[in-house]
DNA sequence: TATAGTTGTCTATATCAATAGACAAATTTT
DNA sequence: AAAATTTGTCTATTGATATAGACAACTATA
C-alpha cells in the first residue's frame, strides 16, 4: 500500500539557487523558523557552522553570512571558540476571536504592552474601505495609524478607518487613551464584535520594515477585519501588520 | 491635533535594497500583491516598464526581471508594442472555523476541486504531535501527506497525524475516498470541530515549491490544528501549507 | 600541556544582480 | 505616412552573492 514510504529528509529543509533570495536569507529564515518550531531552548547551542554548512549544501562563509544576520537581530550569540547559542525570541500566541482586542490575552506573555498612535488624518474612504464601512463611496472616513508593542518589542502595526461623521475626534481620544475600546466608549459604543477576518502574508514592505523595526526580507501576517456593533452596523475597517517572526496568530474562542 | 499629517506614500510601496531579496522579487511581489488586492482588474494594463522603473527608482532592465518571473509563473502577459497585461488570479477565499473541511465553503470560487494522498507512513510521535493528540511520547502515529486542489491548481499541502491503534488502515480509506471527512466516518467518528488553530507564516522550502508548484522565494501561510470530537477527544493533528499568493483565509463563524 | 573543535579574518575567484546606454521590432496615435 | 510609445535584445560595467582555501584566535577537553 502506501505505507511505510516517504523519504523524510529530516523535515524537508532544503534552499533554492537564483531564485531571487539569497542563500544566506534562506538559510537565516530556516534558523529563525527551527527557533520558533521548538527544536532549539534558549540558550542552546546551535550546531556548527561546518555542519550546518554541509546540511544545506553550501559554503561555510554562507553559513555565516546567515548567522551573522540573525546576531544582528539579536536572535543568536556567537562566542568564538565555544559556538553560536540560541537567545530565544519566543512567539508571541497572539489571540483572534470575535471579541479579540489588542493587549487582551496577551497576559502572562508580555509584562508590558501598549498601542501607540503614530499618525491620522482625514480623507475620502477608498472603494475597499467603503464597502467594509457600507458608506457611500468618498465619504469622509478619519484614519488612525497604530503599532503595538510588548516590552518595548513592536508587534503588530494597524491602520484603522472609521466614519468622520461619527466618530469626530477620535484621534484625540485614541492619543489620550491609547484604546481603541475606551476611544469608542465616548462616542456611545460600549461593545463590539469582530465580523470577518480575511488573512494573508506577503513581504513587508518599507513602512512596515521602518514601524516594526524589522530586517529587509521580513514577512508579515497581514489582517483584515470589520468590526460591528451588536446589532450588525459597521463602525471600524481596520487592516492590520504583524511580523510573522515574532507573531503567531491563535484562533480560539470558536 | 495629530490631524491631516500622514505623508502618503501612495500606499507606501518601496523597496530595500543588499537585504538578501534581490529587487526583481521585491517588485514581482508587489505587483502580485497589487492584483491580488484589486488594483488592477482582469485584462488591465500594468504601467509601461519605465514608468514602474521611475516608480521603485530601478532600472528598467530590473523592472523587466521581475516582470518576465510573472510571465513565467503564468500572472502576467507582455505584448512588444503594446504592452503588459494582467491574466488576473483572483486568490482562492479559504474559510476557516470550527467546522471548517477542505473543499467546504469553496463552491462557487472553484469548480473542481480534490484532496490527493501523496504519501503515508508510521512513526513514533513527536513531542509536538504527541501533545496535540494528548499521546505517550513515541506512541505510534499515521502520518498522511495530502494536496488540495483546485481547478487543477495546487491550493494546499496538509500533513496530517492519527493515532496508529485507532486509526488502523485509515491511508487506504484516504486513498480510495480521497476526503478526511468520508475515511473518518469509516472509524465511527461522524462528527469533529477544531479545538484550536495557530497561524503563522513563513517562505516555502523545496517541499513546499515542489508540491504547490510555485517559484522559489514564495510565502506559505502555515496553519496548526487539532480537530477534536465533540466530547473533546483529540483525534487529528494537521499542518497545513497554502501559498499566499493564491489563497488567503477567511476567519467566519466565530 | 597538547589536541581537537569552534568562531574570526584574510585573499582570491566565479557567478548573479543591477545599472547604463543604444537600438531593433511591434503597435498605437497623430 | 510619420511620430510617439512600448516591449525585445544586445553590449558593457559595477557591486553583491557564493565558493574555495588557509590560517589566526579562542575554548573545552583528554
Redesign the pocket.
Known amino acids: 500500500m502506501a505505507g511505510q514510504a516517504i523519504v523524510d529528509k529530516a523535515m524537508a529543509n532544503s534552499i533554492e539557487?537564483?531564485?531571487?533570495?539569497?542563500?544566506?536569507?534562506?538559510i537565516a529564515d530556516q534558523i529563525l523558523h527551527s527557533i520558533a518550531s521548538g527544536d532549539f531552548t534558549e540558550n542552546a547551542?546551535?550546531?556548527?557552522?561546518?555542519?550546518l554548512?554541509e546540511r544545506y549544501?553550501?559554503?561555510?562563509?554562507?553559513v555565516?553570512?546567515a548567522?551573522?544576520a540573525l546576531?544582528q537581530e539579536g536572535v543568536l550569540r556567537?562566542?568564538?571558540?565555544?559556538?553560536?547559542f540560541v537567545l530565544s525570541r519566543k512567539r508571541l500566541s497572539y489571540p483572534i476571536g470575535a471579541r479579540t482586542r489588542f493587549s487582551a490575552g496577551l497576559q502572562g506573555q508580555a509584562s508590558e504592552r501598549r498601542s501607540v498612535l503614530l499618525a491620522s488624518a482625514i480623507e475620502p474612504a477608498s472603494r475597499r474601505v467603503a464597502e467594509g464601512l457600507r458608506l457611500a463611496k468618498g465619504a469622509n472616513v478619519i484614519r488612525l495609524e497604530m503599532r503595538g508593542e510588548a516590552d518595548g518589542q513592536p508587534v503588530s502595526r494597524a491602520t484603522a478607518w472609521f466614519e468622520a461623521r461619527r466618530f469626530a475626534g477620535i484621534e484625540a481620544a485614541m492619543a489620550e487613551t491609547g484604546s481603541i475600546t475606551a476611544s469608542l466608549e465616548r462616542f456611545s459604543v460600549s461593545d463590539y464584535l469582530r465580523q470577518s477576518t480575511v488573512l494573508s502574508a506577503r513581504h513587508a514592505d518599507a513602512a512596515d520594515l521602518a514601524d516594526l523595526d524589522l530586517q529587509p526580507g521580513a514577512i508579515v501576517l497581514v489582517t483584515v477585519a470589520v468590526n460591528v456593533t451588536p446589532d450588525g452596523q459597521p463602525i471600524q475597517f481596520a487592516e492590520t501588520r504583524f511580523p510573522a517572526e515574532r507573531v503567531e496568530l491563535k484562533l480560539s474562542a470558536l
Do not use: D, Y
Request: proline share 3%; net charge positive.
Open positions: 539557487r537564483r531564485s531571487g533570495v539569497s542563500l544566506w536569507r534562506q547551542a546551535l550546531p556548527a557552522e561546518m555542519a554548512a549544501g553550501v559554503n561555510r562563509h554562507t555565516r553570512s548567522i551573522a546576531v556567537a562566542e568564538q571558540g565555544r559556538g553560536t
